[in-house]
């Protein structure tokens, strides 16, 4: 187990400040998205690609629009569930044993629910 300090006042301030950045940038990106998918909605309601040999068919491009949609509302959740942490003070501790984030994941992953040995244990879980 490694020895981790707590964040500071100023920390939580200056990662609440990037969640927050990133959840509006995520929100720009989620909108734009949207109107794409609408736009294939409606192309896909009057044409016959699946025969067009040019290009992906609107079938494929409504696929790949939704998987990149659902990333970024994963993307999204996490970020909410992020700013709850620090609004309830369990921010940079570790929802699975409860140790301190490490300062240099959060920097990287600002929006991380575990420290990096769970992290780590988890995708091995997943990969076996």
């Known amino acids: 187990m490694r020895t981790q300090t707590k964040l500071s006042a100023a920390d939580l301030r200056h990662f609440e400040k990037l969640l927050r950045a990133q959840r509006h940038d995520l929100d720009i990106a989620l909108g734009r998205i949207v109107t794409t998918l609408d736009g294939v909605i409606e192309a896909r309601g009057t ?8 290009g992906p068919t609107l079938t494929m491009e409504w696929s790949r629009i939704s998987g ?8 999204s959740a996490e970020i909410d569930r992020a700013l709850v942490r620090i609004a309830n003070g369990s921010y940079g501790f570790c929802t699975r044993r409860g ?3 490490g300062r240099a994941r959060l920097d990287a992953r600002p929006a991380a629910e575990l420290c990096i040995d769970c992290a780590r244990e988890l995708e091995a879980q997943l990969k076996a």
């Open 47 to 54: 044409a016959d690609d699946e025969h067009d040999p040019e």
């Open 68 to 75: 990149v949609h659902s990333d970024l509302e994963v993307k």
């Open 99 to 101: 140790e301190p984030i």
